[in-house]
């Protein structure tokens, strides 16, 4: 006989495993504190289960945290859109449009990421946890993303065949980056960097890309 499933899954949690529902629970806590600090306590009282049912299930509270991690990461990703395509509108529009979807990104991550600083056992699980990249060089991480796209718009000759699209990429997120890890210390309502772009940000940052800063021939 199967174990009888919790009250708060028989009551309306749908086709979610106790797995899944726990790892929901994870991530909700993640999204509102804009931290992944919490205690297995937390986690059983936001699910509505006992505390002891996490070990059931997870190895311990730290696979549970990487797995709500990635989680919220692919949320976060789907909430700010799709990235453009090469070959589709202008590279100067499409270079706009990622650059307003990494500061979103951003935004709602680095507060995570900065309070995991020491939680390397969170990190090494999260890194082989599999499923959607964060921030920055691995398998669909914002930078290598980019970097993909400038590569892809010149094999497509729409940007010059000297261009090296890694630079250019890390140049772009790391504009982005130097934006937005300043207010990490002085956070706004709810842990949240309050970011408020400097007129022309964006427009300055991509035509310094696209043109360069050297004299016109």
Not at 188 to 212: E, I, R, S
């Amino acid at each position: 006989m199967s174990p009888r499933k919790p009250a708060i899954l028989r009551d309306g949690a749908g086709d979610q495993t106790l797995r899944e529902h726990l790892i929901a629970a994870a991530v909700r806590l993640i999204a509102e504190r804009g931290s992944p600090a919490m205690t297995v306590k937390d986690i059983a009282r936001e699910a509505k289960v006992a505390d002891g049912v996490l070990y059931n299930h997870f190895a311990d509270k730290e696979e549970l945290i990487a797995l709500a991690l990635r989680e919220h990461v692919h949320g976060v990703l789907a909430m700010a859109g799709d990235a453009p395509r090469a070959g589709e509108g202008t590279v100067e529009g499409n270079l706009h449009a990622y650059v307003t979807r990494g500061l979103k990104v951003l935004t709602q991550m680095l507060p995570v990421f900065a309070g995991m600083v020491s939680q390397h056992k969170i990190l090494g699980r999260f890194a082989h946890a599999g499923g959607p990249g964060g921030l920055g060089t691995e398998e669909g991480g914002l930078r290598t993303v980019l970097s993909n796209y400038l590569s892809a718009e010149q094999e497509l000759g729409r940007l010059s065949p000297d261009a090296k699209p890694e630079a250019a990429a890390t140049m772009i997120m790391g504009a982005c980056h130097e934006l937005i890890l300043p207010r990490l210390f002085h956070p706004g309502p709810g842990g949240m960097p309050q970011v408020d772009l400097p007129d022309g940000f964006v427009d300055d940052l991509v035509t310094t890309v696209l043109k360069g800063i050297a004299p016109g021939r």
